[in-house]
């Protein structure tokens, strides 16, 4: 692969004037929410040095961590009107498209491990869903996995009866705010850049994330407990503008996705990686203390959180859920 690689790129240059190339290289502006080292950013980084070597010169990737550029609210605008090339959005914004079928993502409990989620973004499914994007002029390109979410609070959360009264800071999400209200909790919709100093200032008591980007935001210096609840994944969809994606030489867009192809092994694997060695870093900082549930506890938890799904067949398509139910082995717990 990589000789053909090589091969298309030396006929790409072959067929352009190397000055003018080296004096106008192609340039992807790659936005995202979150830190230059978490898995989101690290990720990014390799796929922008993968791209500088892979086409010798001919495009660059400039990487825009930490909402430099769009944050939340607006990033999927920017991407539709072309002011980005690339983004990497949370599943859960990509309902500001109008594909509700995005919202499966957030269920609670839906995938038991990283090898179910794979079996759906890496799968039929996925692509299907990726490809779907196109007519709002997306293209969709991979998923890249961030890992299971944790709860954490300004207080001891055990129980799911623990969350109730806390004001809980979730992504836009319908699917997330029917979760939070099944814990008896009050959800409330903010920014990612924005939850550490609502977190610091008391604006709410408690979130859920990853650990990955727990620690990489410095949540633990805000946040006195996190527990190991492993309650929904969080993954991400890269996304690129359509209209500068299709208007990209045709030999050119196969060096970005192979690039991609790589990026996305590489995401998965810092996901893992990284979520593990935030749960040790949280625990040596000595500032937040990291609860660890027992199976009993965790099915007290599944159990809370079952009716979530009854609530979202409405607005998902229940054909979409039914087969993700059966790729990813989900049952309703007893």
Do not use: C
């Not at 500088?52 to 990033?75: C, K, T």
């Not at 203390?289 to 965790?298: A, G, M, N, S």
Request: glycine fraction near 6%; charge should be neutral.
């Amino acid at each position: 692969m990589r000789a053909l690689i090589g091969f298309l790129v030396a006929a790409l240059l072959a067929a352009a004037p190397l000055s003018a190339a080296a004096a106008d290289p192609i340039v992807i502006r790659f936005s995202h929410v979150v830190a230059q080292d978490a898995p989101k950013g690290r990720a990014a980084e390799h796929f922008a040095q993968l791209v500088a070597e892979r086409s010798g010169g001919l495009v660059r990737v400039e990487v825009y961590p930490n909402s430099r550029l769009y944050g939340d609210r607006d990033e999927m605008a920017a991407l539709q009107a072309g002011h980005v090339e690339m983004l990497a959005p949370s599943l859960s914004k990509i309902k500001v498209l109008r594909r509700t079928e995005f919202e499966v993502f957030d269920l609670p409990y839906l995938f038991p491990d990283v090898a179910a989620v794979h079996r759906v973004t890496q799968g039929p499914i996925g692509r299907e869903l990726l490809d779907g994007m196109a007519e709002h002029g997306v293209i969709g390109l991979a998923f890249w996995d961030n890992g299971f979410k944790q709860m954490s609070a300004d207080r001891l959360l055990r129980r799911p009866q623990d969350v109730e009264g806390l004001v809980m800071r979730i992504q836009p999400s319908r699917v997330l705010e029917a979760q939070m209200k099944a814990l008896g909790a009050r959800p409330l919709t903010i920014d990612f850049s924005e939850v550490y100093t609502s977190l610091r200032t008391g604006v709410v008591n408690g979130t859920e994330n990853p650990p990955s980007n727990f620690y990489t935001q410095n949540m633990h210096l805000a946040q006195s407990h996190l527990t190991l609840t492993d309650h929904g994944w969080l993954g991400y969809a890269v996304l690129a503008n359509r209209k500068f994606w299709e208007g990209l030489p045709p030999a050119l867009r196969t060096v970005l996705e192979q690039a991609m192809r790589e990026a996305t092994a590489y995401a998965n694997e810092a996901a893992l990686e990284d979520n593990r060695a935030a749960i040790e870093a949280v625990k040596a900082s000595g500032r937040t203390r990291v609860i660890e549930l027992t199976p009993e506890e965790k099915l007290a938890w599944r159990l809370a959180l079952a009716p979530v799904h009854e609530e979202a067949q409405g607005r998902i398509p229940r054909a979409l859920v039914e087969r993700i139910y059966e790729a990813s082995g989900y049952s309703p717990p007893q």
